[in-house]
């Protein structure tokens, strides 16, 4: 029996009519709609934060990939709009959920924007509907939470009166080679049905769907993605702090074994774990598998170590300022790069902040630089970026490299510094051979 409402979705799709509504206008959410509208959708932006509204509205854009003019000409076009009122739900079609889901400060997930985004849609659910949700979550979250709370008391029925999936974001803020358009798009539905309208939704803004048989699946592969990545950057923190005992200089191992064609990628060592994904995702499936009674062991250790990483680098600056017969209390260290990754302004999870606050615990007094990062606020942290980055240098006992922006000229660091700890081997050969230079 061919499902009317899924019959009817496809037509509007092909013949672009489907209503699309796009909730959390983020580093997700905005070149998300920004694809559906250049793909010929009407576009409806929604988000409770009334400043992006208005941003957008005003034809201009609030994420660095989306440039103003492409915002501008979709709404003056007419091809995208925004809100902050969840009621314009009443009247779409196709729905995309991309909220955040950070971890609370117990290290547990912090579902409520999902929630509250559901509830929201719950409001407005109609038959006809196909909803998708894009935020990262543990395995289970959409048939569990979404499809509890959708199908709930309105006689619809999922995978014939609506069609509910999950396809994980896959956003790289900053990276140019691989976008929202042309990165593989994994999606899985609560039914075959869901994962068919899904897909045919999707594959009319983004180059390759990728279909899975369930929700769960493309909820799991987004995880492993990213566990991926953390266990894999644990292993090599860990093969720092091997390498140190052995007197044996990692950042060479590493360029050594990458020199193999096949069976290995290259992860590098750093003072721990930064950004909104992969410091908190594994969690997500470890507290989903300890409610299953079973214990993720290699997310717990690799996160163990990655978390321990501030605490080494602090070490490794306390160790060489006392080869100075300097104790870091009292001492003046720079934090050179405070951003989670280089050349972005990203402070979520840095270990910058972590680094800074052991550190002023200790007693040295820190004063940080960053090209993108005029000022820290953070949990008792309060300071402003050095003016002149390399007088900084001259002025301080001890630099510390946390974040290797590309900006930084490395040669005159070096030159000005009386001691530098190189956390990410920014230097490279210059503090391979430099008496001055202390490398993870
Ligand atoms: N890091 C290391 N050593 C490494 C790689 C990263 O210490 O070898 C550190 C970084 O300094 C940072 C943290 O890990 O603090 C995360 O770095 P990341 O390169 O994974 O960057 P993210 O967090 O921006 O990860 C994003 C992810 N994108 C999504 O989740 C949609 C990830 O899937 C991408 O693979 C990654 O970008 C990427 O490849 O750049």
Partial sequence: ???????????????????????GMGYVGLPLAVA??????????????????????????????????????????GKLRAAVDFAALAEADAVSVCVPTPL????????????????????????????????????GTTREVLLAELGKDNGLTVGEDFFLAFSPERVDPGR??????????????????CTEVAASWYACALKTVVPVSSAEVAEMAKLLENTFR????????????MCEKLGVDVWEVIDAAATKPFGFMKFTPGPGLGGHCIPIDPLYLSWKLRALNYSARFIELASEINTGMPRYVVGKVQDALNDQEKSLKGSQVLVLGVAYKPDIDDLRESPALDVIGLLQQ????????????SSLRHEGIALDSAKDW???????????????????????????????VDTRNALGRLGRNSSKVVRL
């Fill in 1 to 23: 029996m061919t499902n009317m409402y899924k019959q009817r979705l496809l037509e509007k799709f092909a013949n672009r009519t489907a209503r699309v509504a796009i909730l």
């Fill in 36 to 77: 559906f509208a250049e793909a010929g959708f009407e576009v409806l932006g929604i988000d409770p934060d009334k400043r992006k509204i208005d941003t957008i509205q005003r034809g201009e854009s609030h994420i660095q990939d989306i440039p103003g003019a492409q915002i501008a000409r979709l709404v003056s076009a």
């Fill in 104 to 139: 609370r400060k117990t290290g547990d997930p912090d579902l409520s924007f999902i929630l509250s985004a559901t509830e929201q849609l719950a409001k407005y659910m109609h038959a006809g509907m196909v909803i998708i949700l894009e935020s990262t979550t543990y395995p």
């Fill in 176 to 193: 140019e080679d691989w976008t929202t358009l042309n990165t593989p798009k994994v999606i899985g539905g609560i039914t075959p049905a």
């Fill in 230 to 241: 953390m266990i894999n950057i644990g292993l090599v923190n860990e093969m720092a702090m």
């Fill in 362 to 373: 200790k007693g040295a007094e820190v004063r940080y630089h960053d090209p993108y990062i």
């Fill in 390 to 420: 390399l007088q900084a240098v001259r002025e301080a006992d001890c630099v510390v490299i946390v974040t290797n922006h590309k900006s930084y000229d490395y040669p005159a660091l070096h030159d000005n510094a009386q001691l530098i």
